[in-house]
């Protein structure tokens, strides 16, 4: 299964921006996916989750209230709708599918190559 990010790229504090993740199977539907972020000299964190449906998602706490994860799987796209991003919103997003939708990066199998964000304080 192979994930390409787009949709990154510089957005103003207050502005919004979405993330696209285009999975390469048939079999999308069956697993759940969800999006991590890592800023420099930082460890990968978690952002969001959803299940296989669509009809489960969970978000960090830093990011509540303010993105929203949904999927297509007509065509086989998970989204990460940003809005009133802030500069500690700034990382390289990375989408990540699994079966089993968790806040662990450990269990998601498949990664993508990562989308800059960057919002200039």
């Known amino acids: 299964v192979q994930l390409v990010e787009s949709g990154g790229g510089l957005a103003q504090a207050g502005a919004s921006l979405t993330l696209s993740c285009a999975a390469s199977?048939?079999?999308?539907?069956?697993?759940?996916m969800g999006w991590f972020r890592q800023a420099p000299g930082t460890e990968r964190e978690f952002v969001a989750t959803?299940?296989?449906?669509?009809?489960?998602?969970f978000y960090a706490d830093s990011v509540k209230g303010r993105f929203t994860i949904y999927r297509d799987n007509r065509r086989d796209t998970v989204y990460l709708k940003m809005d009133n991003l802030k500069p500690e919103d700034t990382a390289v997003y990375y989408c990540a599918g699994g079966v089993g939708s968790t806040t662990a990066s450990r269990d998601y199998d498949y990664w993508g190559q990562g989308t800059q964000v960057t919002v200039p304080s």
């Open positions: 199977t048939q079999t999308f539907s069956s697993y759940d």
């Open positions: 959803i299940n296989w449906s669509g009809g489960r998602t």
